[in-house]
């Protein structure tokens, strides 16, 4: 059971943001303070991608570890009511995710994961950036 009315739980969902989040905005701020420079959200590309680098063929998502399921994360943990239907809605996102990952990588482009609990180590951070992309131009 709940633990607030329906109206309430509706706000709070409808506030959950898709675009602009806490963890993409610490990604895209340290890695234009590297010296990368890229695209947002390019539609046009499978699961439309939050940071994109046209010139290097990478693109770089930054998913929440809740929604996405990330593994082993203690912020993924898995609601005790309507079990089913939460059940069938990560299901369908880590197979939704798994497709955009495989269509990019068929269309040449090198996709990066990078997890919300990953975006609070601005170290690790760096490191995984500066793996995947090289050099910054």
């Known amino acids: 059971m ?28 340290l ?22 680098f046209p010139g290097r063929r990478k693109v770089i998502f930054v998913h929440g ?27 369908s996102n880590m197979a939704r995710d798994a497709a955009a990952l495989t269509k990019l990588k068929e269309q040449g482009w090198d996709p990066l994961v990078i997890w919300e609990c990953e975006s609070a180590d601005p170290d690790g951070l760096v490191a ?4 995947h992309l090289g050099a910054p131009e």
């Open 65 to 91: 570890c809740y929604w996405h399921r990330h593994p082993q994360c203690r912020l993924a943990y898995s609601p005790k009511s309507n079990v089913d239907f939460w059940n069938g809605k990560f299901e």
């Open 2 to 29: 709940d633990i607030v009315d329906r109206e309430t739980r509706s706000r709070m969902m409808r506030g959950i943001r898709a675009k602009d989040t806490k963890p993409e905005m610490a990604v895209r701020r």
């Open 128 to 131: 995984r950036l500066s793996a």
């Open 31 to 52: 890695a234009h303070r590297l010296g990368y420079r890229f695209r947002l959200h390019r539609r046009d590309l499978a699961g439309s991608p939050d940071l994109v």
